[in-house]
């Protein structure tokens, strides 16, 4: 966390986010550490014991900090047909030991003798992929392999695939034995068998037990966690629900697309434990995307390598998507226990449309409603036409109060107020954003986009909720980027710059630097503006467009404060790329009921 004149100092090991340009503000993220996950996926097959026997995996032990967590599931039946399962057969080794095929083919590294002749037994397991970062959560992994049982299977069809659809859950030690802390009752488990409802619609129905202290008697925590997060994310992860790509397991369909959406249906309990999207590929890799909202539109830039772990930017090309295996959507746990009712993946669409229409409005609308209740905590609000959606983040980076953010559509309102702590120390700045700011990622933004190409920016904001302007500002926060790779830390980097337009002076607060212009009129914003520029402190130059008169509510090309930085060399260059748009409220103190009636931003 950098306080207002840039210095570190450590807080909450949350995400966090402060206005990068108020007084000598830079703002700053603290993410989770060291969060990791396991967790057992469930074989999505009936096991046919008596007419042939089946082979169960069991996983090795669980890795931290991302790795894999050992090999599940259901080996597949031998082709022989013999009694049951080898009573002396073993468990396979943590790195996944192969089976021998052939004449009584033995279990590598440590399990027995399997009792068979001949066959083929098919490849087992698959890794679980862990998390933390964020969400301080683990995301779960992928269905083990069930090689060429002939038995019933779970069949569903979603859109474009036809495939088993399984789910997985955490398990009590956080390896691969059964005994789930997840607990589901849709499907029903037993063993390695799942029992879904109906094979019409693919559902989950689940409960997540709260995370635990690693010094809990009976929790196991991986040695990261022991002295990182203290939770056990290892055993703890959530629950997923999935659907492989093909009938057959780990073979991938082989459709190359350019972008992806899944409608799902059911409730999530508290909010403020979001769906993630995943894609895993034949090599076992998952590509995510944080905080995902039904219907949307997801671009191949915006599903990143283990989405988990913020400082992670690689993105999903376009040549492996053919590599998809399975679709998942994964729900973490959290502080609180959650809810999972109903949870149905009703559909998944390919190649849609990803962005809105180019226009010099902008009109965005939502009908999504909910509570933020937490310290650092995020919503993602998906508008109407489902092709776009806004990040709602809490963001109270200093002192916490147990303020709430109640949101209607692409509004919100306070709840709670703060005591003044001091000039230089905001307790915070609630605020909606598009774009992507450590690991949360706005669907159809356009964002990065270089500032050369930029044509407009068409935005709304709207407050109301105060009638003095004492102890904090309604605000656009604008970060550009040296590159178009997406912000993974607290500010915008080396060759980066900000831009801050406030409706209003404070009585009581000025913007970083010192001011450069008195009055300056920007094309199609309404009254004349001071300008305060600070070249030189925190992580990058500053540029603030303060409203000599206040504004309560302005429509404007944003683009035109752009070309006028760029213009006058505010720190801001056509080189740069425009990566995120924030508008909120910074708040020094009090201020209840404080309301964002509208926001709304369109880069074209």
Known sequence: MRNRHGQVQLLLAAATL?????????????????????????????????????????????????GSSGLVGQGGAATTPVSGIATSGGTIAATGGSKATGNGGTVATTGGTKATTGGTV???????????????????????????????????????????????????????????LTSFTNPTISGTTQTFTNLTNLCMSATIPALQSCSAAGVTCSATEKTAASKNYSEDWGGELAINTTTTEGTPKGTAFSNIAVTYTGTVTPASAPVRLQLQLADKS?????????????????????????????????????????????????????????????????????????????????????????????????????????????????TYSSQAEAYSGLSFTVNGAGTFVNAATPLGYPSFFIGSY????????????????????????????????????????????????????????????????????????????SMVEASVTIPGAPGTFQVWYDASGGSAPCVSYVANSKQSSMSFDLNEFIKHAVGKSYGVKNTQYLSIVFGGFEIWAGHNGLKLDKFCAQVN
């Open 18 to 66: 402060l206005a990068a340009c108020s007084g000598n503000n830079s703002g700053t993220f603290q993410q989770v550490p060291g969060g990791a996950g396991g967790g057992t996926a469930l074989s999505s097959y009936t096991s046919p014991v008596g007419t042939g026997g089946s082979l169960v995996g069991q996983g090795g032990a669980f890795a931290p900090n991302g």
């Open 122 to 180: 098919a490849s087992t397991g698959g890794t679980v992929a862990s998390t933390g970062g964020t969400t301080g959560a683990a995301t779960g992994g992928t269905k083990a392999s069930t090689g060429t049982s002939t038995a019933a299977q779970n069949i569903f069809t979603v859109g474009p695939f036809t495939g088993a659809g399984w789910v997985a859950g955490g398990t009590v030690d956080g390896t691969s034995s059964t005994a789930l």
């Open 286 to 398: 998952v590509y995510c995307y944080n905080g995902y909202s039904s219907g949307l539109q997801i671009a191949l830039k915006d599903l990143v390598l283990n989405c988990w772990d913020t400082a992670s930017t690689t993105t999903l090309s376009s040549a492996n998507t053919a590599n998809v295996t399975s679709v998942q959507l994964s729900v973490a746990s959290g502080a609180a226990a959650v809810t999972i009712a109903n949870l149905c993946m009703t559909n998944i669409v390919l190649d849609g449309s990803t962005g809105p229409v180019t226009t010099t409005t902008c009109t965005d609308t939502s009908t999504a409603a909910n509570t933020l209740s937490g310290q650092t905590v995020y919503a993602t609000v998906a508008t109407t036409n489902a092709s776009k959606s806004y990040i709602l983040q809490s963001n109270w980076w200093g």
């Open 438 to 513: 450590v690991g949360n990622t706005s669907a159809g933004s356009n964002l990065p986009k270089l500032v050369s190409s930029l044509t407009t920016v068409p935005t709304v904001y709207q407050w109301s909720g105060s009638t003095d302007v004492s102890h904090f500002n309604a605000s656009y926060d604008v970060w550009f980027t040296a590159s178009n790779a997406k912000v993974t830390a607290g500010n915008p980097g080396s060759g980066g710059a900000y831009l801050m337009v406030w409706m209003f002076m404070p009585s009581d607060q000025t913007p970083r630097g």
